[in-house]
């Protein structure tokens, strides 16, 4: 296992972007060779205009930041404010809009420490809650993730999607002391 201590988080940039749609196409793939592509789909993010655009806006909006290991990215953090389609929060918080790791380090902490990072950003921002959502679906491996990092399952949501499944998602929260 990784020790958390040698992977060093550094803020993206616009140049990143590729980056966050490399770790989406891994993250895809790994998936769906489980079966389990209520998620995100089965088709590479990096092929999807909206996926793109998406990674741009990451990239250059100020809250991506990268774990790294050596020279490699191995995961990718983007916080600010929650998404359109969750319950917003009752006080001042820090959201995490996105976490993706690389599949190739599984089970290496990244995940855990990605979030701890962005506790000590809320943190040093005065904020005493940092909240995520995530899919819920399926066996909700992934709510489970996030409740073994210290959060606590609030709010279930629906994303209605054209011509699309409706997408399952959960909202958790962390307090921060």
Avoid: K
Avoid at 64 to 73: K, N, Q, V, Y
Avoid at 86 to 92: F, H, L, Q, R
Avoid at 155 to 163: A, I, K, L, Q, S
């Amino acid at each position: 296992m990784t020790d958390q201590q040698t992977i060093a988080i550094r803020p993206g940039g616009p140049a990143d972007a590729a980056t966050v749609l490399r770790l989406f196409d891994t993250a895809i793939a790994w998936l769906a060779a489980r079966g389990r592509t209520g998620q995100w789909g089965t088709e590479p993010a990096s092929t999807d205009p909206r996926r793109i655009a998406q990674a741009d806006a990451w990239a250059t909006g100020g809250g991506l930041h990268l774990a790294m290991l050596g020279d490699r990215a191995v995961g990718a953090l983007v916080v600010g404010s929650a998404t359109e389609y969750v319950p917003p929060a009752t006080e001042p918080e820090l959201y995490v809009n996105l976490l993706l790791t690389d599949r190739a380090y599984a089970g290496h902490g990244i995940g855990a420490r990605l979030l701890a990072y962005a506790g000590e950003l809320a943190r040093d921002r005065g904020l005493g809650l940092l909240r995520v959502d995530c899919y819920g679906g399926d066996d909700r491996a992934l709510v489970r993730f996030y409740e073994g990092c210290g959060f606590i399952a609030t709010d279930r949501f629906t994303v209605e999607r054209p011509g699309r499944a409706p997408w399952p998602g959960q909202v958790l929260e962390r307090r921060l002391a």
